[in-house]
């Protein structure tokens, strides 16, 4: 636990104390008031003066150290305290640029990747997602951004544009499912490289490639490692198996790995494995932070003032 203003706790705590003691001292003074009484000394020494002397002792000091108690938490919440934690940047600081193969045979797989950012984006805190679709070539939907609603509207305008037909933009070219042209495209998207920010490129193809890119799968690769990009691949569940284990391989070297998605997979499983995947490899350096701790010095000023009241009201009953 740490104190934010640990002076004002202190200078709260001195002025209770000191309003605490005149009202002591004034109280004092006000019971030495009375008339004398002669006799009083054979009073004093009676068994039963000594126990109501000694109750009354502890009553007061019961009621001191509940005062003591309350002053003491009153002065803690003024001081705000926070309970220090560390946590990742990670997660407040990823770009996020979702690369969809939008050539026939990746409808469905596309839609489980937009389904899937789609429940993402509700929940944005620092984190900022591009779309960019691709096939002989690739258009950009949304640049990186955080607003969550109009990445909401995007996505599911996209969604319902994937219905099997020709996206305009997409086949300026010879070709289909150009991988590697549209995966060095979506990595040209990362703006502001002299910022520390994690970037992860979802890459959902089947890497049948038909026609002569000018960019082949390991030169873009190498592209993202240069930049430090992530690459997570996501590939239909029957692709061919060496194909899609050419591609695992490729982006193994950038830190990623690939899914493969079938029809009755739950594209939860899309961003769970994303983010394993990332913290694995882009565990970010810890920073401090803290959060507002106000239950000990609520409980502390409870305690005593509860302690000073329930000693107080005894005193008043005996009397």
Not at 233 to 243: R, S
Request: net charge neutral; with cysteine.
């Amino acid at each position: 636990m740490a104190l934010t203003q640990p002076l004002a706790g202190l200078s709260a705590l001195v002025l209770i104390l000191a309003v605490a003691a005149a009202s002591f001292l004034v109280a004092t003074r006000r019971d030495r008031g009375g008339a004398p009484v002669a006799g009083t000394g054979a009073l004093r020494a009676l068994p039963r003066f000594h126990q109501l002397a000694r109750r009354r002792s502890r009553q007061l000091t019961v009621r001191a150290l509940g005062l003591l108690l309350a002053a003491a938490g009153a002065a803690l919440l003024v001081a705000q305290p926070v309970a220090a934690s560390t946590a990742s940047d990670e997660r407040a600081s990823r770009d996020i640029v979702l690369c969809l193969d939008v050539s026939g045979s990746m409808t469905e797989i596309d839609r489980g990747v937009i389904d899937a950012y789609l429940r993402l984006a509700a929940d944005l805190d620092g984190e900022r997602i591009a779309l960019v679709l691709f096939d002989a070539s690739a258009i950009t939907v949304f640049p990186l951004t955080d607003d969550a609603a109009f990445i909401t509207e995007q996505l599911t305008a996209t969604r319902d544009r994937l219905d099997g037909r020709v996206l305009p933009g997409t086949q300026i070219g010879d070709g289909t499912s150009l991988v590697g042209d549209g995966l060095a495209s979506c990595l040209q998207r990362f703006d502001v490289p002299e910022q520390n920010r994690s970037r992860t490129l979802v890459l959902a193809t089947d890497n049948q490639v038909a026609g002569a890119p000018l960019f082949t799968l390991e030169q873009a690769v190498g592209l993202a490692v240069e930049q430090g990009v992530l690459v997570y691949g996501i590939v239909p569940a029957d692709n061919t198996p060496k194909v899609t284990q050419a591609l695992t391989q490729q982006l193994r070297s950038t830190g990623g790995d690939t899914l493969p998605l079938a029809a009755d997979t739950d594209v939860t499983a899309i961003t769970e494995a994303v983010e394993k995947q990332e913290r694995t490899a882009l565990a970010g350096p810890p920073r401090a932070r803290g959060e507002a701790l106000l239950w000990p010095g609520a409980v502390t000023m409870l305690v005593g003032a509860t302690l000073a009241g329930a000693a107080w009201l005894a005193g008043r009953r005996r009397r």
